[in-house]
């Protein structure tokens, strides 16, 4: 089975751009969510969705965006670059999510690394 | 808010050496505690992980225990191998697959 696929692999932009990246989750898997790394840094929670519906959000700014789609493919938009948000961006997968209950483990991608120049 | 701390790396050994790599949390409620690995150019890889107080999370020879008593999650393995040669992530989720991480620590084993 594929694991969590995520495109492109790399990305270099231009300051003031927009960016849009790409997530398939594990087959059957509902739940998908994002995570930025700046480099020498753990993981940021950006958001998570759940049956297309967005369940949470990290501390970033409006720029950012998500949603996910009927086959519970996800894609993320960051709009007007900065410098800052170059990192590696992650995308998980899990079966559930939480609903209430103990999450089921979460299967992260291979990440797409975003340089912004 | 939730938090979690990690010893600060990089962390250096001999191959068999015993390895502690130091984790705490700060959490309101009651979390699941994880330890992710990354190796170079690859993803986070969940290694293991415990769901409550006194659980013991055990994967390729490495192990950690839930310690609410001291809020910690310490990873642990009794003889290193160059191939664990990676970067290690502490972590705690509290619901809604919201994982908050550590900073992680560099591990280098020397043959």
């Known amino acids: 089975d594929a694991g969590v696929t995520q495109s492109p692999t790399h990305l270099i932009k231009t300051r003031g751009q927009h960016v849009t990246l790409r997530c398939s989750p594990i087959?059957?898997?509902?739940?998908v969510s994002w995570y930025q790394q700046v480099l020498g840094q753990g993981p940021q929670f950006i958001f998570q969705?759940?049956?297309?519906?967005?369940?949470g959000r990290g501390n970033f700014p409006d720029r950012f965006s998500a949603r996910q789609f009927p086959n519970y493919s996800s894609e993320l938009n960051v709009n007007a670059l900065l410098l800052g948000d170059s990192a590696l961006y992650l995308c998980?997968?899990?079966?559930?999510?939480?609903?209430?209950?103990?999450?089921?483990?979460?299967?992260f991608g291979q990440g797409t690394r975003l340089t912004v120049v | 808010g939730n938090s979690v701390t990690q010893m600060e790396g990089p962390v250096t050994l001999s191959e068999e050496a015993f390895l502690t790599i130091n984790c705490t949390y700060t959490?309101?409620?009651?979390?699941?505690l994880f330890w992710y690995v990354q190796y170079p150019g690859e993803g986070l890889q969940l290694l293991l992980k415990?769901?409550?107080?006194?659980d013991k999370g055990s994967n390729k020879g490495f192990e950690a225990t839930y310690r609410k008593e001291t809020t910690s999650f310490h990873l642990e393995k009794g003889s290193v191998q160059v191939s664990d040669s990676a970067v290690y992530f502490c972590?705690?989720?509290?619901?809604?697959?919201?994982?908050?991480f550590g900073k992680g620590t560099r591990l280098h084993i020397l043959p």
């Open positions: 998980a997968s899990s079966l559930f999510g939480t609903q209430g209950t103990r999450s089921t483990e979460a299967f």
């Open positions: 972590a705690l989720s509290e619901g809604y697959d919201k994982i908050i």
């Open positions: 969705y759940y049956e297309k519906e967005e369940r």
């Open positions: 959490a309101t409620g009651y979390p699941s």
């Open positions: 415990a769901t409550k107080a006194d």
């Open positions: 087959s059957g898997h509902k739940s």
